[in-house]
């Protein structure tokens, strides 16, 4: 599998790059982009297309697509945003800002369509479940929200009362620092760690904790092994620790000390975690811009990343996009611009719409603008350009021209029909590549 890492920093240094994307079999840099500090948890990835990034020192979002370096879209939101989270389709992005919102947007027009005062304090955690049945938010005041996440985007009054989550989880006597959630929606195995040491297994159907354990160190990151039969945990001391799972959660109640493997390698606090797509290898971050690549069966260290200069904040395994699949740069050799790397595609991405802060800002272009950029399985749709223009308004014409029996078609007719008819075919032609690319994209997802 062509897969590669996204990882992000918070650095302090206004000229290095602090969202890099890497290869994960050898560790080379595939792309940098220079980007102000990104906030941990603050990483969202809209299918293979584009990233988008909350800044750790101000309260914007920054939108970028991997055939250019340069932000393609900013951003203002009403207060910092600790936590994003896309859908599977790319069709939603969700942020949770430091005063407990919750902000919802149609990524293909910007359109703002929930904000819900969700914690009492910042949110630290969000995760979608793979169907779109349910979002889950982890917040500072210790609280996990499981929220139904049709209801949530649904449109309401200004008079009507606002979505309520599911179940309010609150065992956590700290706050939550990240969560992690198996494939099932609302019957997903869901994980949580927090400063209070603890890892909680919760049964997503009653809203009952089903295991817990106390670790020695307060813990700041967590990952679910895709085949849910391995979580790994980072922890404020430094080290990754390995807990084995069960088909059923409750049987992590019995783990003792000997059961949970201790993976030291790290001489910062580890700050994110991230599993392979297949599930070979694990990823750590650290405070001290270390990255570690573990072998997951074996749990030894076989490879590092030294490329960030500040603290790791969010690491990502995607499947190498399309944009960057015909890529073969080394760190040496990377280009001042990424635009180089694919003038040609560089004009086939729409670029995403700014966000917009209020409720139904833009509602009224948001059907049309949604049906010419997303196609049916919710990829952002590549534009067309006509061939003839001109030609255009003319189209609704073609059926009865075409139809009518009795329709005396001149020379000029028969030309401008014989015009408009190369150009339909030219558009079925563009649909059908459009139609190829958009299934090739969910196959390469589901690989």
């Known amino acids: 599998m062509d897969q590669i890492v996204v990882s992000t920093e918070e650095s302090s240094r206004a000229d290095a790059p602090t969202m890099h994307a890497w290869e994960l079999g050898s560790g080379a840099r595939v792309l940098a ?31 970028y697509s991997w055939t250019r370096e340069q932000v393609g879209t900013k951003s ?51 995760v979608l479940a793979d169907d779109g049945s349910v979002l889950i938010s982890a917040g500072d005041d210790g ?23 599911i179940f ?12 992690a959630l198996g494939l099932g929606g609302r019957a997903a195995r869901l994980v949580s760690v927090s400063a209070d040491r603890t890892l909680k297994v919760w049964d997503m159907l009653t809203g009952k904790a089903a295991a817990s354990i106390l670790l020695p160190t307060a813990l700041n990151a967590v990952a679910l092994h895709p085949c849910e039969s391995a979580v790994a945990v980072g922890g404020s001391n430094g080290h990754v620790y390995w807990l084995p799972l069960a088909p059923d959660a409750a049987v992590l109640l019995d783990l003792d000390a000997s059961a949970v493997h201790t993976m030291a390698g790290h001489s910062a606090e580890v700050t994110a975690l991230a599993f392979s797509l297949d599930g070979h290898t694990l990823v750590s971050g650290a405070a001290d811009g270390e990255i570690l690549v573990w072998d997951a069966a074996t749990r030894q260290q076989i490879r590092s990343y030294t490329q960030h200069m500040g ?21 040496s050799a990377l280009p001042p611009a990424a635009d180089a790397l694919a003038p040609s595609d560089a004009s086939r991405l729409l670029p995403l719409a700014p966000f917009k ?48 029996k009795a329709a005396v078609i001149t020379n000029d ?18 649909n059908a590549q459009l139609y190829e690319r958009a299934v090739n994209a969910v196959l390469e997802d589901q690989a």
């Open 413 to 430: 007719q028969s030309a401008l029909i014989d015009a408009l008819q190369a150009e339909i075919d030219s558009l079925k032609s563009s």
């Open 311 to 331: 603290p790791v904040t969010n690491l990502r395994v995607i499947m190498r996009p399309p944009h960057l699949r015909d890529l073969a740069l080394s760190v």
């Open 33 to 63: 982009f220079k980007h102000a500090p990104v906030a941990s948890g603050g990483l969202a990835l809209i299918r293979g297309h584009y990233a988008v990034a909350s800044l750790a020192t101000k309260p914007m979002l920054h939108a």
């Open 357 to 404: 802060r209020t409720l139904g800002a833009g509602a009224s272009a948001a059907a049309a603008s949604a049906s010419q950029s997303l196609g049916a399985t919710g990829v952002m749709a590549l534009p067309v350009a006509p061939s003839a223009p001109s030609l255009t308004p003319s189209l609704f014409s073609i059926p009865r021209a075409l139809t009518d």
């Open 168 to 179: 309010l989880l609150t065992l956590h006597s700290l706050g939550v620092a990240d969560v």
């Open 76 to 126: 203002v939101l009403p207060a910092m945003a600790s936590a994003l989270a896309a859908d599977a389709r790319g069709s939603h992005l969700v942020a949770g800002l430091a005063t407990g919102t919750l902000m919802a947007w149609d990524t293909a027009t910007g359109t703002l369509l929930a904000s819900v005062e969700a914690h009492y304090k910042a949110v630290t955690a969000l």
């Open 143 to 165: 609280a996990i929200a499981v929220w139904d996440w049709p209801d949530l985007l649904a449109p309401r009054s200004h008079d009507a009362a606002p979505p309520a989550p």
